[in-house]
């Protein structure tokens, strides 16, 4: 049996070419080509005389994991395979790539959805109401308390869309009262240091 | 006290934002409420139905709160172990998995390279197609705090954003909540969404705290929003604290996968008022959490946190010595960082440091990422680190913590005799004790900051790495001096004798215990992770150790020196008041103020009435007789006041500014031609709680505890006098400590 004396991944499939970008390398990791099993026994067995020590996986059920099983090609004869044997150590594990995948993908999704909220609130809402309503209301609207406060005409909204009442002010006038609990809830956080030093 | 007859106003009996709820009200409104439904379940098969599922309502809702909390946990820490490992590569052979997982089914793993495999790139091989060689270490230090400067600005914008009331532990704030004071948004559905996704993005960027205590957060948010579904505990803002304590609990138990010792925290260190009912909910909630926790599986092998121990070597009678030595150390950092922290807090409230939270944070993770990454212990996320601590060394461990020389002939079975260090051992104690100064130095500056911040992990980490240190000392002084007596009394030589994962275990215990001061709760999470008795006495000695060291340094804990700095109306449950001041001292008003300002029950009139309510801010008045004989009435608060005479100006008719308000049963006899009266009785407290200008504080003090009362009116000889109000008690008790009693702020 030939040992390795250094692992050479030149032929794996998983080595980066030149040539080979890396957004096409990462689709593919997407589409994850690799056969994932989510079940595994995994044997390590430490050095004995003279072979090297290994470690072995094998999608086996729970019962039959053991050294036996497991190792395959045994890389010793007869009687040694018992002393290689015990000295080696064998564990059951399972995993759901499915639960990882639908968690990160959920997780990223509503972390892509806040930030682009949250650049529409910060950045392209006052350039629409500015066109809007023109450019001195909001100024006389602005506390200028430091940083720029996204929800700063907050109070004008409320108070026209008061006198309208359909479905699509009532959502404006909810946002516009959540912005305004935002901006006091800020004031006491940030600016005042009342709540949560 | 509340005549049912007449149809409540909306309004009236709700609190304003930042204000106490009255215990006592809510208390006999549910007992009321309950007497109700029973009172009609016996008229109608409906009504029977409506009152069993009244009954059967609370534990429904633990169910849904112990399911929310285990998702919850489950999305967080699987998210979060993935983007921490986002800092160092990416795994090509599925977006989504981390290290570890990318590894998973690799044929590619070798025995002396196990962390290595083709499918996992770091971002230099991404980038310049190598691994090795000084320019791809400069790569991937570069994109290390690329990434983690990216995570901490998200996170931080995130949280001034949306929902500011997401920043810091929220522990303290639990605590206040718990205890009756009432924050609005500050366990609403926005800081939950933000504080589950900027815990991750925190969590991930390398900074030097943990999520325990934001998962009691999350877990209480749960409980708050869950309860807006049953009128039950939507309605009474007591019951609702009783379910809060149930969901502080699961968030524990999903934290530390710990379910008696979730209760138990909730119990020790959150919950104001625990009556036995919630016991026994709170532990249904915190174990439906952990078992959803576990279907879940977020770390493979049903192991609910990454740093469970799994060894079972007894422990020797000498070795008690040790322990104590962490005990006195996880007491005295405990002290320190807790001194050293609330100044850096109080030097954020105050000075310019406040003013940039953003750049703050950007700085802190900065310096952090730089110094972290050379070290290889301190650029792995901490639960990691705590995890290699905890790891008892066996035969096969790879690590370099484990680079013992192996000079025997025969294994027997999984027991390894002491061996003497490698190598490996002493360089990991020399990058130990660098991780160990980096850690007791960052932590005080990050546990504050305006994202999402734990202290549990830090300072096990800190107690971790202390213990480690201490073990591997004991083993190789064991190893090498085996023929001592201590040693050779205890220890045979070739047997195992030291455990350095243990002392790894017992300094965490310590200094977890030092900083927060828990007793009871830290011994039973740490026992629950361990999964057996053996190490309870260890633990046991090394927690009261530390609890004494630093409670002769410092009085309170983290979390107690917290709501102190804000100034919270918090009064503390645990300590006794020692000083011999009267009632008549703490009163007000005092000698030289104004009369109390009260209501006669039939001879004021509405504009009397909006006129006392414009020139004061007293938050209630109460009701005499006459300003004459000052003979109590009862006691009525200004919200419902202002309520009720809104009210009756707009739909009853003829209420005018002079019309007489009376609060007695029968209107008084009017001379014809004026205007109607206006009967307030419904929003009178007839039975308000009362104690002589004689008693001693300690007793008021204590009836002020056990009540949970809002104020109390001081009488002579059957005579209103004064009044005490909470705040004027925790004043007076500042005055005594020798604080500053203009630092309660609320009132």
């Known amino acids: ?175 516009q009262r959540w912005k305004l609990q935002v901006q006091e809830q800020r004031k006491s956080v940030f600016d005042r240091h009342v709540v949560l030093s | ?179 009756g004071f009432i924050i609005r948004g500050y366990l609403g559905k926005w800081t939950l969404i933000i504080k589950t996704i900027t815990l991750v993005l925190a969590v991930s960027s390398g900074l030097s705290l943990g999520k325990e205590g934001p998962l009691v957060h999350v877990a209480c948010c749960c409980g708050n929003i869950l309860c807006h579904c049953f009128n039950k505990y939507r309605k009474n803002e007591a019951k609702r604290r009783e379910v809060l304590s149930a969901a502080a609990a699961a968030g524990v138990s999903v934290a530390f996968g710990a379910p008696i010792g979730g209760v138990l925290f909730s119990l020790e260190e959150v919950s104001y008022y625990f009556p036995l009912k919630t016991l026994w909910r709170s532990f249904f909630a915190a174990l439906v959490a952990a078992f959803t926790l576990r279907s879940i599986n977020p770390f493979g092998n049903s192991r609910l946190v990454l740093f469970y121990v799994e060894f079972h070597t007894p422990w020797h009678l000498f070795e008690l010595v040790p322990f104590i030595l962490l005990g006195i150390f996880g007491g005295l950092w405990g002290a320190l960082f807790i001194r050293t922290n609330i100044a850096w807090c109080r030097k954020r409230k105050t000075t310019q440091l406040g003013k940039y939270p953003v750049v703050e944070v950007l700085v802190v993770t900065a310096i952090t990422a730089i110094l972290a990454f050379p070290n290889e212990y301190t650029r792995m996320s901490t639960s990691e680190l705590i995890s290699e601590l905890f790891n008892d060394c066996g035969l096969l461990d790879s690590s370099k913590l484990c680079d013992y020389e192996n000079r025997f002939n025969t294994s027997k079975g999984g027991e390894l005799p002491d061996r003497p260090a490698g190598v490996g051992v002493y360089s990991a104690m020399w990058q130990l004790a660098l991780t160990l100064i980096l850690k007791i130095i960052i932590t005080i500056f990050t546990f504050g900051m305006k994202i999402p911040s734990g202290l549990f992990i830090p300072s096990m980490a800190v107690g971790a790495i202390a213990g480690r240190l201490l073990g591997v000392g004991m083993e190789q002084l064991a190893y090498y001096h085996h023929d001592w007596a201590i040693f050779n009394s205890w220890c045979s030589q070739g047997a195992d004798c030291i455990t350095p994962g243990l002392y790894a275990m017992v300094g965490a215990a310590a200094c977890l215990g030092g900083v927060t001061r828990m007793t009871v709760s830290l011994v039973v999470i740490m026992f629950e992770l361990t999964g057996g008795l053996e190490y309870i006495v260890p633990l046991m000695a090394a927690a009261m150790t530390s609890k004494w060291v630093a409670d002769a340094l410092g009085r309170e804990g983290i979390y107690d020196a917290h709501i102190r700095l804000n100034g919270y109306p918090f009064l503390e449950a645990k300590e006794e008041f020692a000083h011999k001041t009267l009632a008549m001292d703490v009163m007000k008003p005092r000698r030289n103020d104004p009369l109390l300002t009260v209501l006669t029950q039939d001879s004021m009139t509405v504009e009397d009435v909006e006129s006392i309510i414009s020139e004061t801010t007293y938050s209630g008045f109460p009701v005499v007789v006459s300003r004459e004989s000052q003979r109590l009435v009862g006691f009525v608060l200004r919200r419902d006041l202002i309520i009720s005479i809104e009210n009756a100006r707009k739909k009853q008719d003829g209420v005018v500014s002079t019309s007489v308000i009376y609060f007695t049963e029968h209107s008084p006899p009017m001379p014809p031609y004026t205007p109607p009266t206006l009967k307030l009785r419904n929003i009178l407290d007839l039975s308000p709680f009362t104690v002589t200008d004689l008693t001693p504080m300690e007793i008021v003090v204590d009836i002020f505890r056990k009540l949970g009362l809002r104020q109390c009116l001081v009488t002579h000889n059957g005579r209103l006098l004064g009044i005490i109000t909470k705040k004027d008690v925790l004043k007076h008790i500042a005055q005594m400590a020798n604080q500053d009693p203009d630092s309660i702020l609320f009132n």
């Open chain 1, 1 to 175: 049996m030939e040992l390795k004396a250094s692992v050479d991944y030149s032929d794996s499939p998983y080595r980066l070419d030149i040539h080979e970008g890396a957004l096409d390398l990462l689709f593919k990791g997407w589409q994850g080509k690799q056969n994932f099993e989510d079940v595994r026994c995994k044997c390590i067995c430490p050095p004995y005389k003279d072979n090297s020590g290994h470690i072995y996986n094998k999608n086996i059920s729970q019962k039959d994991c053991d050294c036996l099983h497991v190792v395959d090609p045994m890389p010793v004869r007869g009687p040694d395979v018992e002393a290689y044997c015990l000295r080696c150590e064998c564990k059951y594990e399972e995993r759901s790539s499915v639960t990882i995948k639908v968690t990160i993908i959920i997780y990223l999704s509503i972390l892509g959805l806040l930030l682009l909220y949250m650049v529409y609130l910060t950045l392209v809402e006052p350039i629409l109401k500015r066109r809007l309503f023109g450019h001195s209301q909001l100024i006389q609207s602005d506390d200028d308390v430091g940083d720029h406060q996204p929800f700063a005409n907050a109070h004008d909204v409320l108070a026209r869309s008061r006198s309208r009442a359909n479905v699509l002010n009532k959502v404006e006038y909810a946002q």
């Open chain 2, 1 to 179: 006290m509340m005549d049912f007859l007449e149809e409540p106003i909306p309004g009236v009996g709700t609190y304003d934002d930042f204000n106490t709820i009255d215990w006592v009200r809510e208390k006999s409104r549910d007992r009321d409420r309950h007497r109700e439904i029973t009172n009609k379940s016996k008229e109608s098969t409906w009504a029977l139905i409506h009152s069993v599922s009244d009954a059967f309502s609370g534990w429904l809702l633990m169910l849904l709160i112990g399911l929310l909390s285990g998702s919850l946990a489950g999305l967080i820490d699987i998210s979060a172990h993935w983007m921490t490992d986002l800092k160092e590569g990416i795994c090509t052979g599925g977006l989504w998995f981390n290290h570890e997982h990318c590894c998973w089914n690799s044929e590619h793993v070798t025995f002396e390279d196990r962390d290595k495999c083709p499918e996992w790139n770091s971002w230099s091989q991404l980038i310049i197609s190598t691994d090795e060689g000084a320019f791809a270490y400069i790569v991937n230090y570069f994109m290390y705090v690329l990434w983690a400067l990216l995570f901490a600005f998200l996170a931080v914008s995130l949280v001034k954003v949306f929902a500011p009331y997401a920043c810091g532990s929220g522990i303290p704030e639990i605590k206040t909540i718990l205890s």
